[in-house]
């Protein structure tokens, strides 16, 4: 069985969810009404089910499920009647991978159904027990598959190459190809079943996480600037980054670390043991290094990370220059970390009910046509593919689920006075429409596009998003407001996220050369990367270093150079189409549509822009560098 991605990403897959968050209320002095009653988080029996996803569309109820679970579990049995044959015929080996896609497929409909009932309270037992009997039974199912690929790759190549001629092989060829591409890094049958065996165990790290984090710490309360003493989540937290009174804000911040202090030999140990478990998978196929693995199945070349890091290590100035309007606009005599997240402009009071975030989104998304719109317009709506508001126990963050034969779904914590969470929906919605278009115009086979694409379609969305909102600003100081925080986006999503990929790549080459990972090894890399990104002039309070170990992205590796380089792309094809016709519309669409028929960045390529060169970077940290002069010049009238 193919052992795919369930989920499209885990934790804030929007990037700009890392930005600037914009509350908004009018300034007030903190109150210390210790007796005021704690704002507390609701259960999931007391959310309204308008509110809540409808899992409908993969199984009406839990029941559905075990039905569906103990007819997939007999169909793994299926594998033996295929094994030692695929020599055999180009009519045998279609007919193994045929069956292979059909369990593919039902596995990843149970699995996800799975995944979303446990992230709507990662404390429910019987939600814990569907997805843990759901993963036993995959690396049951992975072991049963694990001779498909050494059998074929042991085939000969002037057999094989009569294989692709036949008429039997023409739906499977491209997929047979990219197979046939991992030569060199699969192992025999054996060996390829002990590694499908430890599927679980290579799991664990991302799990404890994942309990530890959404469950386990608890951070108490903080005293809002309202003097409403609200309790301290993954998603309040934002809130309180955003508040206008810095009192609260450092309140949180420190209040909020302090946690993760408490825990610090922990996480260490854990992320450790994911990055040695990086290290392992790289080791025993034959790769150069952990990196090299992980680039290697989209076809990336190692350059495109490089010349990301480059391109942003040239334009830290203009972040510097940034922090100091950021600093002088405040008027703070020095900057810290929980100074980024408020708006410059805190006065201005922006707030988005739910439907009223919708309604924004689908005007902003209108250049990509009425289709695009009606489909995203029902989905967040009346179809109820997202899951709205935040609820005790539920998983913290935002991402897409989409599968081949359900709804494209969506986690949202959202916060109607976070601006940000107007784009982080606009962003999830790009990620499920991308599937939306994709199944619907794909076989299962070549319908599940690579991360890489992803993240280029749903910030697609937040770029046309946050120029429509320029665009309609009724005075400069508006103005001024959306571009903070367009270039907070940027910040977070190209800046933010190559210092992400910079510590995963330092971490995990140290490790590699046999440099243990300890608690202060962690932190001391990630302080240095802190002070180069954020400049001289600004004050990095040492509990930021523990930062590293509470982002999700890090416990699943080298993904987050991606936001950086789709964020890149997204610009130029907002461009690209804002400034063109049909065509151009039309191959923007074609990326939606072309699923993973093609390497990304083919389909990038056909699509307008070519990230194998530097140039599409540097355009985009050139933007961010206009906006922040055009800010300077606005917040200094």
């Not at 977070?492 to 210092?499: E, L, P, S, V, Y």
């Not at 194998?612 to 002069?629: M, S």
Request: aromatic letters at 10%; charged letters at 25%.
């Amino acid at each position: 069985m193919n052992r795919r991605k369930f989920l499209r990403a885990v934790g804030w897959t929007a990037a700009s969810s890392l930005a600037a968050g914009a509350v908004v209320a009018q300034t007030a002095t903190p109150s210390t009404q210790k007796d005021a009653p704690v704002k507390k988080l609701p259960p999931r029996s007391e959310v309204q089910p308008l509110d809540t996803w409808d899992l409908a569309s993969l199984y009406p109820s839990d029941q559905a499920w075990e039905d569906g679970f103990a007819a997939w579990r007999k169909q793994i049995d299926g594998y033996a009647a295929y094994q030692g044959k695929l020599a055999d015929g180009a009519e045998v080996l279609a007919k193994c991978l045929q069956f292979d896609l059909d369990v593919s497929r039902a596995a990843e409909r149970l699995g996800t159904y799975a995944q979303l009932r446990t992230c709507e309270d990662q404390g429910d037992s019987q939600s814990q027990r569907m997805r843990m009997r759901f993963m036993q039974a995959a690396s049951q199912a992975g072991q049963a598959s694990s001779f498909i690929r050494p059998e074929i790759l042991a085939i000969a190549d002037d057999r094989m190459r009569t294989f692709l001629d036949s008429s039997a092989m023409a739906p499977y060829k491209l997929l047979l190809s990219r197979i046939l591409r991992f030569k060199p890094h699969t192992l025999g049958v054996k060996e390829e079943r002990l590694l499908a065996m430890q599927a679980e165990v290579a799991a664990s790290p991302i799990q404890i996480f994942r309990q530890l984090n959404d469950t386990d710490l608890k951070f108490g309360a903080v005293v809002n600037e309202r003097g409403e003493p609200v309790e301290l989540s993954h998603g309040t937290f934002i809130v309180m980054l955003s508040s206008p009174s810095r009192e609260v804000r450092a309140r949180a911040f420190h209040q909020y670390y302090d946690q993760f202090q408490a825990h610090q030999n922990t996480l260490a140990a854990t992320l450790n043991a994911s990055i040695q478990q990086d290290i392992y998978q790289a080791k025993a196929r034959g790769f150069a290094s952990s990196l090299d693995a992980a680039l290697f199945p989209d076809h990336v070349p190692v350059s495109v990370y490089d010349n990301l890091i480059a391109s942003v290590h040239k334009r830290l100035p203009s972040l510097y220059h940034y922090y100091d309007v950021r600093r002088r606009k405040m008027g703070l005599r020095d900057i810290h970390h929980y100074d980024t997240y408020v708006p410059i402009l805190s006065e201005l009071r922006v707030r988005h009910t739910w439907d009223e975030a919708v309604q924004t989104i689908v005007a902003a998304l209108k250049p990509l046509g009425d289709d695009y719109g009606k489909t995203l317009r029902t989905g967040l709506t009346t179809d109820r593919w997202c899951d709205r508001y935040e609820n005790r126990g539920k998983q913290s963050g935002a991402f897409s689920a989409g599968t081949y034969d359900g709804k494209p779904y969506i986690l949202m914590n959202y916060q109607p006075d976070v601006l940000d969470h107007v784009f982080t929906l606009a962003h999830e919605g790009g990620h499920s429409m991308h599937t939306h278009y994709s199944a619907h115009n794909q076989p299962f086979a070549y319908y599940d596009y690579s991360l890489f694409v992803a993240e280029v379609a749903s910030t697609f969305n937040e770029t046309l998003l946050s120029r429509r909102l320029q665009a309609e600003a009724k005075d400069d100081r508006q103005r001024a407001y959306l571009i903070n925080h367009e270039i907070d986006s940027i910040r977070a999503t190209i800046f933010r996220q190559t210092m992400f990929a910079e510590f995963e790549r330092l971490t995990h080459a140290s490790a590699e050369a046999g440099e243990p990972l300890t608690l202060e090894r962690f932190k001391s890399i990630y302080r240095k990367l802190l002070q180069e990104y954020f400049g001289p002039d600004f004050t990095v309070d040492d509990q930021l270093a523990l930062e590293c170990f509470r982002v999700p992205h890090f416990y699943r590796a080298f993904y987050v150079y991606k936001y950086a380089t789709s964020m890149s792309a997204a610009i130029a094809l907002v461009d690209r189409v804002l400034q063109g016709g049909s065509k151009e519309l039309s191959d923007y669409l074609g990326l939606l549509k072309g699923g993973c028929s093609k390497d990304p960045l083919d389909l990038l390529r056909d699509a307008g822009v070519d990230l194998e060169k530097p140039g599409c970077v540097d355009r985009a940290l050139e933007r961010f560098d206009t906006l922040v002069q055009e800010l300077d010049t606005l917040v200094g009238r």
